[in-house]
């Protein structure tokens, strides 16, 4: 399974943009990359995830660098809630029709302050 | 609220002891899988079941099994249990359609003294 390197623990003050960054050098040209966090004594949640372009939805924005060797995750305007674990997976398409792997690493840890 | 239960949500028991977690995936979802979070392994994939049938493994050790029923729930047998399965349960689902978002449950906290 290919690997991601994260930061483990970063520290943003609310209402500011979060820039969680990711980097996944040995990703192979069809993986996946899916954002999850995890808020304190909760299941993870999914937030977002890409191929090769950059990506919106309501949540983030994911940011894929050219060579597709690191990522970017962008809270535009951070809240307390957002405090959690940020994990960045790369998930390999299996041969097998509806399989899906994530290997979770250990996240970075993001701590918002008021 | 996921849409995912899980129960119990909380379970001590000792070591050689055999216990079951069971999972509800959201409605409609095919796909379940488990997950296995320590503090010392991180959140660890375990097996995927996709319409009754195993898909995908990942770190499920022999003494750990897993199923789906036909009205999609499933459940996690862990037996001859020892200290180092203490640890955060988590049973996520995914619909089918190309969607490719999991949704966690709530997980099951297990205690092995």
């Known amino acids: 399974d290919a690997k991601t390197t994260q930061p483990n623990s970063m520290e943003s003050n609310e209402e500011e943009p979060v820039h969680l960054p990711c980097n996944h050098s040995?990703?192979?040209?069809?993986?996946?990359i899916h954002w999850y966090r995890q808020l304190p004594s909760q299941g993870p949640e999914y937030v977002i995830h890409g191929l090769t372009s950059n990506v919106n939805n309501r949540m983030a924005s994911l940011a894929i660098a050219e060579d597709r060797k690191s990522s970017t995750l962008i809270l535009h305007r951070a809240t307390l809630r957002d405090a959690a674990v940020y994990y960045c997976i790369l998930r390999a398409v299996l041969k097998i029709q509806g399989a899906q792997k994530l290997v979770f690493g250990q996240g970075t840890r993001l701590t918002i302050n008021p | 609220d996921s849409g995912v239960t899980q129960t119990p949500k909380h379970l001590i028991t000792a070591t050689g002891q055999r216990v079951t977690l069971r999972c509800s995936p959201r409605?409609?979802?095919?796909?379940v899988y488990w997950y296995q979070q320590s503090l010392d392994q991180g959140l660890q994939f375990l097996i995927q079941?996709?319409?009754?049938?195993?898909?995908a493994k990942g770190n499920i050790l022999e003494r750990f099994s897993a199923q789906q029923f036909p009205d999609l729930h499933s459940e996690l047998n862990l037996s001859s249990l020892e200290l180092g399965d203490s640890a955060l349960y988590f049973c996520?689902?995914?619909?089918?359609?190309?969607?490719?978002?999991?949704?966690f449950g709530p997980g099951t906290r297990l205690t092995v003294l």
């Open positions: 040995t990703i192979s040209g069809t993986d996946y």
């Open positions: 079941y996709y319409n009754g049938e195993e898909r």
């Open positions: 996520a689902s995914r619909g089918d359609r190309g969607n490719n978002e999991q949704f």
């Open positions: 409605s409609g979802d095919l796909s």
